[in-house]
Nanobody
């Protein structure tokens, strides 16, 4: 059972940046593809980005392309999400997740989830 803990959320003005981290409890982290999702109040959880087990490829939701960058450090068992050019509509709880199924975008295909970190973007 792998535990994931997100950090790095907070309050930022529109146009600002944040870097989210997701620390995994187990060294098998390097065998999982990882993803970032977000959920705004009253909305369903949505895909943000995913990265392959070795960091060789990444995929993004259309609404974050060019602004967000997903990366990972397998030696540190940590996943990152660099968020630049933040907009008020990016306000949500951000979750990291792990899957054995490769880089997938459906939340149902992820096996482990963190507890989430709040990101609030003021206008």
């Amino acid at each position: 059972q792998m535990q994931l803990v997100e950090s790095g959320g907070g309050l930022v003005q529109a146009g600002g940046s944040l870097r989210l981290s997701c620390a995994a409890s187990h060294s098998t982290f390097s065998t999982y593809a990882m993803g970032w999702f977000r959920q705004a109040p009253g909305k369903e959880r949505e895909f943000v980005a995913t990265i392959t087990w070795n960091g060789g490829a990444s995929y993004y939701a259309t609404f974050v392309k060019g602004r967000f960058t997903v990366s990972r450090d397998n030696a540190e068992n940590t996943l990152y999400l660099q968020m630049n050019g933040l907009k008020p509509e990016d306000t949500a709880v951000y979750y990291c997740a792990a899957t054995v199924r490769g880089s997938v975008t459906r939340a149902a295909e992820y096996d482990y989830w963190g507890q989430g970190t709040q990101v609030t973007v003021s206008s």
